[in-house]
């Protein structure tokens, strides 16, 4: 069921993330006070079911409040987007009538923030396939591997993690798990100094035969496209739809500086600002047409998932093409937002130079450019996605 739209982020609270969002960047400090202040107005509690303690808010509605922060502090925005693509997901397989989440749930309600430990060198095909190993043990599993791209590490009580158990090299596993934070064998690595989004902190995770017990274990599932349950298929959901708006709100973001901008930017060449240049006009179209594309897109493919339209197979297919089309569009944007600033626009001063860097790390978020074609191409041709090619 689809809650009741509503609004958790104050116009004040976005405008202190606003305010504090270059500090963060400058310093690649953690967003610890917005998260204090998210906290404390309850967002973290926004996916979760309100039967459990929440505000039961469905994926669409969850989505436009990533928005809204994401215009305003993307990489607060694309922080708590991991702790939201597990409660979303752990919502939408407790609403199937599978309460195997619940208790994840209930400890979430109760202040437990989840992050992920998915991204791994090596691994193009995060989530259905790790190179983590995954070794089964009396009363649970060992770990082994190295996580990347921990968003939230400094605050998770959880780290949601997979790994690939191949005992059986005919059938292999996937090994899907919640990792709490008290257990030993593990390490953070101070790795996070970055092109963009430096605020998420998002460090490296080792895990050295790091056990976790059968508790802890969410799904066993087969490897590739052949093991997308709702859990598997819900990551992808509440994860890349949120990407997708987060880098959307950028690009909103962007546009509105630039009408800002180019309203006041003056020319020897011109009696009247900047916005009276035809070329100016024209580029400025091309942002607005963009972000109109692609609004809609993604919209429908979150009210799709939140209302219970079955697309069957095609699902996958369908949000990564939303998201994918959502941070190609919105870095074209952001990119032509900084030519029509000129040279002010590298400053930090600007604000344009920080969305730049946030904006770019979109199109290197799963799923990357190449894996998206390949997965919407073998979709559209009615191709197992887990089929290699055979030459010759």
């Not at 059938?171 to 092109?195: E, Q």
């Amino acid at each position: 069921m689809v809650a009741t739209n509503q609004h958790i982020l104050s116009d004040d609270l976005l405008a202190h993330c606003l305010e504090r969002a270059p500090g963060y960047d400058r310093d690649n400090q953690f967003f610890t006070e917005d998260f204090d202040e998210l906290r404390d107005a309850g967002y973290l509690l926004a996916a979760i079911p309100t039967e459990l303690g929440g505000k039961g808010l469905s994926l669409a509605e969850v989505c436009q409040e990533q928005r809204r922060l994401g215009y305003h502090a993307p990489a607060t925005a694309l922080g708590v987007n991991m702790h939201f693509y597990w409660t979303g997901l752990m919502a939408d397989v407790w609403r199937s009538g599978d309460t195997s989440m619940e208790k994840y749930l209930r400890a979430a309600a109760d202040g437990a923030v989840f992050a992920a430990g998915h991204a791994e060198s090596g691994n193009d095909i995060p989530l259905l396939l790790s190179t983590t190993k995954a070794e089964k043990v009396d009363g649970g599993y060992k770990f082994t591997g190295r996580k990347s791209f921990g968003s939230l590490s400094p605050v998770w009580t959880y780290l949601g993690l997979h790994g690939m158990d191949t005992s059986d090299p005919n059938a292999p596993k996937v090994v899907h798990a919640f990792m709490p934070r008290d257990t030993p064998g593990y390490t953070v690595n101070d790795v996070w100094d970055v092109l963009g989004m430096r605020a998420t902190q998002s460090q490296d995770t080792v895990l050295e035969e790091t056990f976790i017990p059968d508790e802890h274990i969410a799904r066993v599932v087969s490897a590739g496209a052949a093991g997308m349950d709702l859990f598997v298929l819900g990551i992808f959901a509440w994860a890349l739809l949120g990407f997708a708006n987060v880098y959307y709100g950028i690009a909103q973001r962007a546009l509105d500086l630039t009408l800002a901008t180019v309203k006041t930017k003056t020319s020897l060449g011109l009696s009247r600002s900047m916005a009276y240049h035809p070329e100016v006009q024209h580029e400025v179209a091309e942002m607005v047409l963009e972000l109109e594309a692609i609004g809609p897109h993604i919209d429908k493919i979150a009210q799709d998932w939140s209302t219970g339209v079955d697309y069957g197979p095609e699902w996958p297919s369908k949000i990564i093409a939303a998201k994918y089309h959502a941070v190609q569009g919105s870095w074209k944007v952001v990119n032509t937002a900084l030519d029509l600033a000129g040279g002010f626009g590298i400053f930090r001063q600007s604000g344009l130079e920080r969305l730049f860097r946030d904006s770019r790390l979109g199109l290197i978020h799963p799923a990357n450019s190449a894996l998206t074609h390949e997965f919407v191409g073998k979709t559209a041709l009615g191709i197992s996605p887990d089929e290699t090619p055979r030459w010759g």
